[in-house]
Every structure is written in C-alpha cells, then in structure tokens.
C-alpha cells in the first residue's frame, strides 16, 4: 500500500539536474508528498516535503503537478555523493507519522 | 551533535533465538520509531513510542515486541527468530510531529541462520 510509484532506477550526469519522477495518483487531499534518500549502507534522510505548491530548500526543489497526482524531485548539480535510493513517499497514518516506503529509484550519478 | 544511535551494528542469530537491538534518539526527541528494511525492499514501519506509550504497530506478528524507557531510549525485541527476520532494522527518532522530523539511526544489520 506504499501509494506510489516510480522507476527503479536512472542514470544522471555529474554535474547536470537529476529530475526523479513519482506517481501518487490516488492521493488525498490532504496528503503531503515526501522525498528521503538512503545512501548505501545508511538510514534515510529527509530531503523535502509539498502539499500543493512547489517547494525549494538546500537539498532540491520539489514540483508538483496541480492535480497532485504526481511529483517530481529535482537535484540541480547531482554528484557522486548524491547516488542513493530515493523514496517518494505519502504520508498515510497521521497518528502516528508512519511512513510507507515503496521501492524507490535507484539513482546512479555517472562521472 | 549525536545523531540517532543503534546497537549492535551487526548480530548473527540462528533460528529460534531471541534478539533485542537497542537505540539512542537525539536528545530532546521523545518519539522513537522501528523500521525493518529486508534486502532490496523499502523499510516497512514496525512500531512507533511516544512518550513511553505505544502510538502504532505495523502489520508484524506478535513475536515482535518493543518498549520505550523513560529516558526515551527503545528496544525492539523478536522472539522465535525465523530466517525471514534477515534485515536491516532501523530506528528513527523525532519529536512526535512530521514525518520532517525523523532522523534515522544507521540501523543493525540481523542475520538469521
């Protein structure tokens, strides 16, 4: 029931913008849409977080689609250090912030 | 600053045994939450403690256990452990708001033999 789907994995350029797609067609209205990362060997680290409006902060910038049925998280000048799993995530259980990971996208950053 | 803490980093069991792992969340947070990660899977929410008191438990059997002391550190404790217990669990504390606010710990890594 992770409510999300993305691709398994891309490859990005160092250097270039890594833009990472999510579908969240059955999203709520009151749903926000949040993105973490799990660097190999880590736990996951909070990226960023929308309800409706575009949101930028020090890590990324997240667009979402005015229907909410989808999000993109775009990494301006991805690097090594950015390869990770990303996990596009929609918060269900507001008692007890539970977060339901799907597979996420395995984003490889290429020299 | 410590960030969240957990221990041990990797265990060996064998099927049958009993496992506590155990985690530090960052001073101040009173929320802690248990994950497990099985390999090439998204962790999947285990339990959450707030304040000492059971908020949450996620879709595992009863062999899973865990409890909160009153300095907020956690336990997670699995009894009868099976070989599909293998897996990174992890632990992410917080101060009880939004998702924003867990900051997880880098997780024990369990295999079960």
């Known amino acids: 029931d992770a409510k999300t789907t993305q691709p398994p994995s891309m490859d990005c350029a160092e250097g270039r913008a890594a833009n990472l797609p999510c579908n969240h067609s059955?999203?709520?209205?009151?749903?926000?849409v949040y993105w973490y990362r799990q660097i190999h060997s880590q736990g996951p680290q909070y990226i960023i977080h929308?309800?409706?409006n575009n949101e930028t902060n020090e890590m990324a910038s997240l667009i979402i689609t005015e229907d909410r049925k989808s999000s993109t998280l775009i990494l301006p000048h991805a690097t090594l250090r950015d390869t990770a799993v990303y996990y596009c995530?929609?918060?269900?259980?507001?008692?007890?912030?539970?977060?339901?990971f799907g597979t996420g996208t395995l984003l490889a950053v290429q020299p | 600053d410590a960030g969240v803490t957990q221990s041990p980093t990797h265990l060996i069991k064998t099927r049958g045994q009993h496992v506590t792992l155990r985690c530090s969340p960052i001073?101040?947070?009173?929320?802690v939450s248990w994950y497990q990660q099985v390999l090439g899977q998204g962790p999947q929410f285990i339990f959450q403690?707030?304040?000492?008191?059971?908020?949450g438990r996620g879709n595992f059997p009863d062999r899973f256990s865990a409890r909160q002391f009153p300095n907020y550190s956690s336990e997670l404790n699995v009894n009868a452990l099976l070989l599909g217990d293998s897996a990174l669990y992890l632990c992410?504390?917080?101060?009880?708001?939004?998702?924003?606010?867990?900051?997880f710990g880098p997780g024990t890594r369990l295999t079960v033999l």
């Open positions: 929308g309800l409706k």
């Open positions: 001073s101040g947070h009173k929320s």
């Open positions: 059955t999203i709520s209205g009151n749903e926000y």
């Open positions: 403690y707030y304040e000492k008191e059971e908020r």
């Open positions: 992410a504390s917080g101060f009880g708001g939004s998702p924003r606010e867990q900051f």
């Open positions: 995530i929609v918060r269900v259980d507001g008692a007890t912030n539970k977060l339901i």
